[in-house]
């Protein structure tokens, strides 16, 4: 499976009471030049797909960053195997590693893959998957099962393949153990689409403390759900027969798994996809600074592209406009306009407009 080249919905259930979740964690890290040499990467990773973004947002070469992408090589995967009590078959190791426990659920990861995004930003981005019996607990249970995987900084088992994966791609060892991380949900309940959509109009609040991680659904303001709703509204105006939100905390995405067609092509990958542009955007705008004397040409190349993307996003997703009213979502979540009008208003960069 190559992530963003196919429509990924996760394994179809295999009862009736089965939800299929794949979730996957992002932890970028600003790694600086502490990156090891090229001949050390190349002996724990196999370049990936090139140009992968540019290809899958049909982008124009000055819309895109220049990102390096690989996958952990044999070798590495089987030391994440052993590392996470796994004796891989001979000296074969590969995805998806099965039967594991993360957290406090039975699963399998089923990805594992590095970015490199210009002025050394490294993006590892870990995915697993679960299939959980629903069974007369309902959704309710589900979703409380579910908010203990939002974070992977109360995952050993997660915690362990970035400290693998980043120790084999940097001397900073400072984001090893505990990640921050963002998150991405694909949720496939077990319901039929008119069930679902009974179930989203009853379970508004329990949704919304999900996304954002409040331990009592109960306690909601219907106030916030209301407002957290209407910040996502867009994203839901193509189907009621599916949920998304999204923020700077992550995705949340819900879709019913029984008779049910998407309109969407690949939509959870492309999110992730947007979700890891929105990240690095912010981080660049915010803490790279230093590149303005270090690197001008670089750095005025970058802001340059970042200010495309957040400023003329209607030019940039000009191919979707599905993508680009999920990318506006990140623009807003994370201030990236009030990131780029500081740069401007503070004569920071000539402003490109």
């Known amino acids: ?55 899958t947002f049909d982008l124009s070469p000055r819309y895109s960053f220049d990102i390096r992408s690989f996958n952990p090589s044999d070798g590495l995967l089987r030391k994440i195997s052993v ?11 590969g995805l998806p590693m099965t039967d594991l426990r993360i957290g406090t659920l039975n699963g399998s990861i089923s990805k594992i893959s590095v970015e490199i995004f210009p002025a050394n930003s490294v993006l590892v981005r870990v995915a ?47 984001h090893f153990l505990t990640p921050a991380t963002r998150f991405a949900f694909l949720i496939q309940l077990p319901v039929t ?23 009592k659904h109960e306690d909601l303001a219907i106030s916030l759900v209301d407002d957290i709703e209407k910040r996502c509204e ?21 879709l019913p798994a029984m008779g049910h067609s998407s309109p969407y092509k690949g939509r959870f990958a492309k999110a992730t996809d947007l979700l890891a542009i929105a990240t690095y955007c912010q981080e660049l705008l915010l803490d790279k600074e230093d590149l303005e004397s270090a690197a001008p040409a670089l750095w005025q190349k970058l802001v340059l592209i970042s200010r495309r993307w957040i400023s003329f996003a209607g030019n940039t997703l000009h191919s979707s406009v599905s993508n680009r009213v999920l990318w506006e979502v990140f623009v807003e979540s994370y201030h990236l306009d009030s990131l780029i009008q500081e740069l401007v208003i503070l004569n920071k960069m000539d402003d490109p407009v």
């Open 128 to 174: 697993a998957r679960f299939q959980l019996d629903v069974g007369s607990a309902g959704t309710a249970d589900l979703y409380q099962r579910l908010k203990t995987l939002r974070s992977a900084r109360g995952l050993q088992e997660i915690r362990t393949v970035y400290a693998l994966v980043l120790r084999h791609l940097t001397t900073d060892d400072s």
């Open 1 to 55: 499976m190559i992530h963003g080249e196919v429509q990924i919905l996760g394994t179809p259930p295999s009862s009736p009471s089965i939800a299929s979740v794949e979730i996957e964690w992002q932890h970028r890290v600003p790694v600086g030049d502490l990156l090891l040499g090229e001949k050390d990467i190349a002996r724990y990773f196999r370049p990936g797909s090139e140009n992968r973004y540019q290809s």
């Open 234 to 254: 867009a994203l839901n105006l193509k189907s009621n027969t599916e949920f998304m939100m999204a923020n700077s905390q992550g995705v949340t995405y819900i």
């Open 83 to 93: 590392a996470l009590g796994r004796q891989p078959n001979g000296n074969k190791a």
């Open 193 to 215: 689409e008119a069930e679902f959509r009974r179930s989203a109009s009853r379970n508004r609040k329990l949704l919304t403390a999900f996304h954002i991680g409040v331990a």
